[in-house]
Structures are given as structure tokens and as C-alpha cells.
């Protein structure tokens, strides 16, 4: 986001909307975590921003695109996790940035299975 003011300019950078982004998705009931992918995982290794990992983001001068790659809980009903997951995200970035977002695309790349592990486990 490009703003050009009477006082001057005020710019929001990808990675301030990704790390928002990313923030509400992992405060959204029924996600176990961001998913970074092989490439991601390596490219964040070398580069150090885990903070951002699973999210990408287009930002132009008032909207932005955001996809998020999730992993959700075992047992959890992933349509209405996905659908929570882009309502949440979609506020978030909306109401701190002024950016219109225009979509929030998911995809749930993996089930956390620890519950259903732990509960094998005692039996």
C-alpha cells in the first residue's frame, strides 16, 4: 500500500501484511499451524523469516490477495475452518492496514494427527 497524503507518504510493505496475515490465521479455532512447503521451508532457512512462513501476499496501492497454505486439527470440520480462517484474516489486514482485501485464497496442505497419536498411544 502506497499512500501519497498531504503530509507525505505512507507505505505498507508485503512482509507487515504477511506477518498480520499469518498472526490471525494462527489465532483461528481449528488451525494447527502455517504449512511452508519444501521450498518455503528451505528458502526460510536461508533467509530467516518464519514469521511469514505459508503466507504469500500481493499488495498494490489499496487492495491485496493473500494465500494462506494450513495445516487443521484433526477432527475439525476443514470447510468451516478454511471459511473462519478467511474472515479472520480478512479483518485483521483490513482493519490494521486500510488495504481493501479482495480475496483470501486457503489451502489446507495437512491434518495434525498428535491427538489421535497420543490417544493410540494409551490404549
Do not use: F, P
Amino acid at each position: 500500500m502506497s499512500e501519497n497524503g498531504s503530509q507525505g507518504i505512507i507505505q505498507i510493505a508485503d512482509d507487515v501484511v504477511a506477518v498480520i496475515a499469518s498472526l490471525a490465521a494462527t489465532k483461528t479455532k481449528g488451525v494447527a499451524g502455517m504449512s511452508g512447503g519444501i521450498t518455503e521451508g528451505w528458502a526460510k532457512r536461508v533467509g530467516g523469516k518464519s514469521a511469514t512462513r505459508g503466507v504469500s501476499v500481493e499488495v498494490g496501492q489499496l487492495e491485496a490477495a493473500i494465500d494462506l497454505r494450513v495445516i487443521v486439527k484433526y477432527g475439525e470440520k476443514i470447510h468451516e475452518v478454511a471459511h473462519q480462517l478467511q474472515r479472520d484474516v480478512k479483518e485483521a489486514v483490513e482493519t490494521m492496514t486500510g488495504l481493501n482485501v479482495v480475496e483470501v485464497n486457503v489451502k489446507v496442505e495437512g491434518v495434525e494427527l498428535q491427538e489421535v497419536e497420543e490417544e493410540d498411544r494409551v490404549k
